[in-house]
């Protein structure tokens, strides 16, 4: 079968390399920095599977049929499946996502392929799919949900927590073209996950053909949800914190109840990354005319929360006479070279007004300045200029600096 993927990014490459174990696949970008990279073996983003697929290109013995590409004529004619991965931004102008680049990409399947079927994985408003497949008067176009986490995009994929594609359900013939991309997708995952045991008793990967727009409402609920998660667990630092209790004795005991669970529920500057910040609004967005009080404090209580962490790096330097406040890392993960919407940057934001100095320290930005903020890549000349070190994720090559530093990482953990 041919499968194209327009956008090689975390979402793109990681879907292109899983289903190139066991199909031809042709991953169009319009960088072409990345397409000569990805045909050199290189991996455009630090991500340890996609790594050692891309060196090794025979994962499991067999060889990747993987082709990067910027010619669009080669990677649509022909193909049976066109998987969109390309970004979605929020436009905070217009409140809404921008998805002009999965329109320009569906455009350009079209002109080589009219009979290929689409399947969005770029993430998009509810009801967009509906909405589209009746404008464009094209019956086949799918949405198909992307849940991996940056960093272990290709992990995620090969060992999914579940599988949605939605297809409207009164189509047999996009039901059964959304059956079978749940089977491609199955396909490409891990040996032994289509017998794994899941905690709520069933066997395998969790499978689901729902509607389009009822799978677009999972992806946004899904990450409203997470960022829920952050932000309660970050209140209830600020509470602690301003109240002189130990937020880490309260959140074990808290995360003892099972309904509660452990995981996800370290404390931190803000929830952050490329999906969360915009996801959340979008769905906030989709809430117009909607009762609601929940999504509407989800996003406020982002705000709030770096309002706060301001607040306490700034209280550590009053008084001092030209304080320098040291950024530790602009990345929001450890382990991380990428810093779209980290929540440290709204931050700096906010100590910037306040006519702090700030110094950078970020070794994979190969530049003199960040926004205007002076950066180093000497990691002793940062820590003796600083006054106050301030660290989204603690790093232990900080411990020789620890009372300098201001983190929330208390579990030592993303
Ligand atoms: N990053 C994540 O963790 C994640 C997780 C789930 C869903 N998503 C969603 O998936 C989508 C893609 O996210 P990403 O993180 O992979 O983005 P990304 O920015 O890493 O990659 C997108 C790629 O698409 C390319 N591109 C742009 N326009 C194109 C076009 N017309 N044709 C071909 N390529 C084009 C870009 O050059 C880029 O390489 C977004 O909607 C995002 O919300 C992302």
Not at 151 to 157: E, Q, S, T, V
Request: charged share 25%; glycine share 8%.
């Amino acid at each position: 079968m041919k499968i194209a993927v327009a956008g090689t990014g975390y979402v793109g490459l990681s879907v292109a390399l899983l289903l190139a174990q066991h199909h031809e696949v042709h991953a169009l970008d319009i960088v072409p920095e990345k397409v000569e990279m990805l045909n050199a073996g290189t991996s455009p983003i630090v991500d340890k599977e996609i790594t050692a697929f891309l060196e090794a290109n025979t994962p499991g013995g067999r060889p990747l049929d993987f082709h990067a590409t910027l010619d669009a004529r080669q990677a649509y004619t022909g193909a049976d499946y066109a998987v969109i991965a390309t970004p979605t931004n929020y436009d905070e102008q217009r409140n809404y996502f921008d998805t002009s680049s999965v329109e320009a990409a569906i455009a350009a399947v079209r002109q080589y392929s009219p009979n290929a079927w689409i399947v969005i994985k770029s993430t998009i408003p509810v009801g967009y799919t509906k909405q589209l497949r009746e404008t464009l008067h094209d019956g086949r176009i799918l949405f198909s949900p992307e849940f991996l986490r940056e960093g272990h995009a290709l992990y995620d994929n090969l060992h999914p927590s579940r599988i949605v594609v939605g297809a409207p359900q009164d189509d047999s013939e996009a039901v059964g073209a959304a059956r079978a991309f749940v089977r491609l997708l199955a396909e490409g995952a891990a040996q032994g996950e289509a017998s794994r045991h899941n905690p709520d008793g069933t066997v395998g990967i969790p499978e689901l053909v729902v509607g389009t727009t009822e799978a677009e409402a999972i992806k946004l609920f899904s990450n409203t949800y997470l960022a829920l998660r952050v932000a309660y667990f970050n209140e209830l630092d600020t509470y602690a914190e301003l109240r002189n209790l130990d937020t880490r004795a309260i959140i074990d005991g808290v995360c003892l109840d099972p309904r509660i669970g452990p995981g996800y529920n370290n404390p931190s500057f803000g929830y952050g990354g490329y999906c969360l910040p915009k996801d959340t609004k979008q769905l906030l967005a989709n809430y117009a005319a909607v009762p609601q009080n929940l999504i509407e404090a989800i996003v406020e209580a982002n705000r709030t929360r770096k309002d706060f962490v301001a607040d306490e790096i700034l209280e550590r330097v009053r008084g001092a006479e030209k304080p320098v406040v040291g950024i530790y890392r602009l990345t929001m993960k450890s382990g991380s070279d990428n810093f779209r919407q980290s929540a440290i940057q709204d931050v700096m934001k906010r100590l910037l007004a306040e006519g702090a100095t700030l110094l950078v320290y970020e070794p994979t930005l190969d530049a003199a300045d960040f926004n205007g903020n002076e950066v180093t890549r000497d990691l002793a000349a940062f820590k003796q200029r600083a006054d106050v070190i301030v660290a989204n994720r603690w790093n232990d090559e900080l411990a020789d600096v620890a009372g300098k530093v201001f983190t929330r990482d208390l579990f030592k953990r993303d």
